[in-house]
């Protein structure tokens, strides 16, 4: 039952945590149209883009910038008429569905966001002309979107592990951990962009770098905290704290533009089979996996590892048999701290780097977390995969914008048949 209410307020606060966050509306007084275009997680610089009256008269143009941006301010609210013009974008690019016209209407004081969905050509989404070629096209679509709903599943799933490992042995629903994610990202680009070395050994660095700030913070701060006996919840509402505290400094260092790494920017495709994606997401998946394996055997078969179960089934019992507890919860500090910063790295040579990206996925990482079962290592992994999947293969059925309410929707779902989670255990009420 403790379980359950704990899970209960830590959705219900990231929910109201998430609303609470900065706004993206852009700078004041903004009254037009503006988008980002990209192709396979890369920004499209120099596609044109024509805003008209929805009478057609004719209103401005703009062109996407280096981070695939666009923006046409107008004087008059009303609808309008958007054109992306095809013929300006790559050679290997298209619009999925064909449909390069968007009539959004513009409220005042408001900016409406147009979204253009890219894809290669000859990937799937395209109606297919030959008979019988309809069924193909959907199958083809599947087979992408579950692709693409592994690779995020996999990156949340990294940022999840080391959540769930928290709780599972202090018993905090760190709101903060998206921050981390954050943190890993900006460090790596520091490193990368700051002092030109190569995005991998600036990896690496960040990696470690990230970890000893993961020991620092219990070191210093979450571990003061519990020996003076901070509740849960106390500690819960600190950690939304920590993290508005940690944005708006990363946003002062950082600042608000979306940025790329130095190097694997941009890539041509690769087609395998039915699926089209770049090099480099064949590697991070690659990566993730064997990080994501190496831990759990580390969980299974290591001294560390068991001792971490061990505290996190029960803490007492754990030190009355010698097992140093606050070392342990260190261990796992400074391991989640660097798997974290792990994600935030593979998330931004997914989709560029910015100061709120880690506040943008902690909603799916609490929802791994949830739906594979508070506290379990491995519950999270299968939890993240679940939400990932269903994210992208829903767009199959709903529009884009509307992907992470039906992951949601699962989780609400799987929890009223099964409330401890896929791989979670049943407690004892009263």
Known sequence: MRRAV?????FLGGLVFLLAGPAHAGPAD??????TLKLQGQPVNGAKIAVTTESGQPVKEATSDAQGAWDVQVDKTGKYKVTLDVSSLPQNAEVRGGNNVRTPTVYEGNCSTVLFALQAKGAPGQPQQEEGGGESSFWTQAAQLAFEGLNLGLIIALAALGLSLIYGTTGLTNFAHGELVTLGALLAYAVNVGFGLHIIPAAVIAVIVAGGLGYVQDRFFWGQLRRRGAGTIAMMIISIGVALFMRYVFLIFFGGETEPYAQYTAQPGIQVGPITAAPKNFAAMGIELAVLIVVGIALMRTRTGKAARAVADNPALAASSGINVDRVIR?????????????????????????TMGQEILLLIFAGVTLGGLGTAFGALVGSLVVGMFIQLSTLWVPPELKSVGALAVLIIVLLVRPQGILGRRERIG
């Not at 704990?6 to 830590?10: L, Y």
Request: charged residues 5%; aromatic residues 8%; contains cysteine.
């Open 6 to 10: 704990i899970a209960f307020t830590a």
């Open 30 to 35: 903004c009254q037009g149209l503006r988008g």
């Open 331 to 355: 261990i796992i500090w400074t391991s989640g701290g660097a798997i974290a910063a792990l994600a935030g790295i593979m998330l931004g040579l997914s989709q560029n780097i910015k100061y």
